[in-house]
């Protein structure tokens, strides 16, 4: 766009100046305030172990009118029906390579294609059920497909998350606009999850299956599997036998029905995929086979994420649905094609290029010194079929508050859609994510970026709905656990077990500085602070509280202690124990149990190594006070 203010965007904008910069500030603070005692994080991979990133949201939402948001929704909808086909056939009777409308390189050589899932659904039943899009917008307004996402699309739990939020800090804002609400399309889902069941319809066990907590988007999986009334699994709380797959609880093997996974395709079965995945189970695909568990997505979804395919949607809509592609793709040419390697060639220095390969970062071919230039030219001539040249995308911009100033940023979204009895339904809503400069195109949470709600406006103000804390019967307590997940079991005996050890080391901790302050005092004191210390500190700390001067080595040592992330017993690294172990059990911690424990880490974490032993002291009392509400209120509010 030109950076004219739409018209649509005009109440939203008088209301923010209405409200003036300082009071358009705190809000964001509130947002920030809220997402972080919520727990809402994403796991960086390129940082140190456990290293959790905060999820940002920007408080100014996207809008988008009904009547353009009903030009994405049908090519959104039509983008599925038309990856679903083309899944079943390339597991199945693979009509579309064998009549040359694919290529069979550029299939057979991606690592996507499973053989092992060939014809692992029966003929009629859904390969796609959950189906995420990337979408660009381009300045003339039009929006690209930038990618697909088919084998565990995740983002829908941030988005709604991003609308609870948005809602609480501007609620105003939010109840006054005409938007349309996203809670219907997690009902919908909810309900695709149970009609997968092959048998016990009536109550269906779905369990989400996870990597675990230090997967990117743990905090969604433990959000949906809680606002879904799933179970949440990780791969070893799984086992096949007979053909069917089995939950392992403390009451025994439990089976289940239906699994929503968030592992990757080749990571789910150690036993016909990948060898050395330590995040399937056994067996899982004879399970599918047999018709003993139905999965969402099939495995092998993931070759429809091959960047090269988009080169050949069109055709193959017209082929498979008998329809033009309403929602085009950025434009894409695949090497694999004499003249599309040419071209690709010949333009390399305004192309992205892309290898089919996952795990491959893309390279910019205007930022490429001639070396790396010819390097790549060399790959590709050496491999043309594992390469595509893609358009470079000028995307449009958003207002974002930044620094008491409202800036543009480039923003893409992404948009999902479910399988429904008459086709898809898609999310009336998408996450928007934001770059975090303006001439810097990572629109990327792990490089980076924030986040934005969308909202899609109505022609009037919706009806609220929402799947939080509905109760539809009288709840029935039970405390036999038989239907606990025996892994979940054992870290919830290590979370309190962590608690137990952060209590007393807080309590001596308090004890000893007191001791301490006395010894200021008076010079002269007894072995209690000796013993004290002798208890709290590791084996190889001891060695060095004799022959030092006592006041100063004690109060070194407390401090040590108290503020020391690596030590072990310290406040720090027995409270990191305790997180890592409640991150493993999250869906069974109630959001008042995370809210404590976020405000404990956050007071453990600005504890400087600089406080005078009185300063000390009275921080450890803040701490005592939020390790006992923990167990207090987990006394109190689970069954045991």
Not at 204 to 228: D, I, K, Q, R
């Amino acid at each position: 766009m030109n950076g004219d203010l739409r018209p649509h965007w005009r109440e939203l904008v008088a209301s923010l100046e209405a409200m003036g910069m300082d009071t358009l500030e705190r809000r964001g603070e509130e947002v920030q305030r809220l997402l972080q005692e919520n727990g809402v994080t994403y796991n960086v991979y390129d940082a140190p172990r456990d290293a959790q990133r905060p999820w940002a949201v920007d408080p100014i939402p996207l809008l988008i009118t009904s009547e353009e948001w009903a030009v994405i929704e049908t090519g959104l909808e039509q983008r599925a029906r038309l990856l679903n086909l083309l899944l079943a056939d390339l597991y199945g009777p693979h009509s579309v390579i064998r009549q040359g409308l694919l290529p069979a390189e550029l299939i057979y050589a991606h690592p996507g294609f499973l053989r092992s899932c060939h014809q692992s659904l029966a003929e009629g039943q859904r390969w796609l059920i959950f189906h995420a899009v990337d979408l660009g917008r381009l300045p003339d307004g039009s929006f690209r497909v930038l990618g697909d996402r088919t084998q565990s699309p995740s983002g829908a739990g941030y988005a709604l998350e991003n609308r609870i939020i948005l809602a609480r800090a501007l609620p105003n804002l939010y109840r006054d606009a005409p938007l349309r609400r996203l809670a219907s399309f997690l009902e919908a889902e909810r309900a695709t999850l149970a009609s997968l069941a092959y048998r016990n319809h009536e109550q269906p066990h779905v369990v989400l299956l996870t990597p675990g907590p230090l997967n990117e988007s743990y905090f969604e999986h433990a959000y949906l599997a809680n606002y879904l009334s799933l179970s949440l699994v990780e791969g070893e709380d799984l086992a096949v036998r007979d053909g069917r797959v089995w939950l392992k609880t403390l009451g025994g093997l439990r089976p289940v029905d239906v699994i929503l996974r968030r592992v990757a395709d080749d990571y789910c079965d150690p036993l016909e995929l990948r060898g050395d995945s330590l995040l399937g189970t056994p067996g899982l695909l004879q399970a599918v086979r047999c018709g003993g568990v139905a999965i969402a997505n099939a495995l092998g979804g993931g070759i429809v994420e091959n960047a090269g395919l988009m080169a050949f949607l069109p055709s193959l809509c017209r082929h498979l649905l008998g329809e033009d592609l309403l929602l085009p793709s950025i434009d894409t040419w695949w090497c694999g094609t004499a003249e599309d390697c040419r071209y690709v060639l010949e333009h390399l220095s305004e192309l992205t290029i892309r290898s089919i390969l996952t795990g491959q970062e893309p390279w910019s071919g205007a930022l490429l010194d001639k070396q790396s230039k010819d390097n790549l030219i060399a790959q590709i001539k050496a491999n043309p079929h594992l390469f595509v040249g893609q358009s470079t995308v000028d995307l449009s911009t958003a207002p974002c508050l930044e620094d008491s100033q409202i800036v543009p940023r480039p923003i893409m979204l992404r948009g999902f859609a479910v399988a429904v009895e008459d086709g898809y339904r898609v999310m009336p809503g998408a996450l928007a994510r934001v770059s975090p400069g303006l001439d810097d195109l990572r629109v990327s949470v792990q490089k980076g970026g924030i986040s934005k709600d969308l909202w899609v406006l109505a022609e009037a103000p919706q009806k609220h709905v929402s799947l939080l804390r509905q109760a539809y019967g009288p709840v029935v307590a039970t405390r036999d656990g038989s239907d606990l997940p025996s892994r979940v079991a054992d870290n919830l005996y290590w979370l309190g077990r962590y608690g137990e050890r952060l209590d007393g080391a807080l309590r001596l901790l308090r004890e000893a500085l007191g001791q301490l302050l006395e010894l200021q005092e008076q010079d002269d004191a007894d072995h209690c602070l000796e013993d004290l210390l002798t208890v709290l500190s590791p084996p190889e700390e001891q060695t060095v509280l004799a022959n030092r001067s006592r006041f100063f080595t004690f109060r070194r040592q407390l401090l040590f202690l108290l503020t020391d992330q690596q030590a072990v017993g310290s406040v720090p690294h027995t409270l990191a124990g305790m997180l890592r172990t409640g991150r493993a059990v999250r869906d069974h911690l109630g959001e008042d149990s995370w809210r404590i424990l976020n405000r404990l880490h956050q007071r453990v974490q600005q504890t400087s190594p600089g406080l005078t032993a009185r300063e000390a002291r009275e921080s450890l009392e803040g701490h005592l006070t939020l390790s006992a509400a923990f167990a207090g209120l987990n006394n109190e509010t689970i069954p045991h």
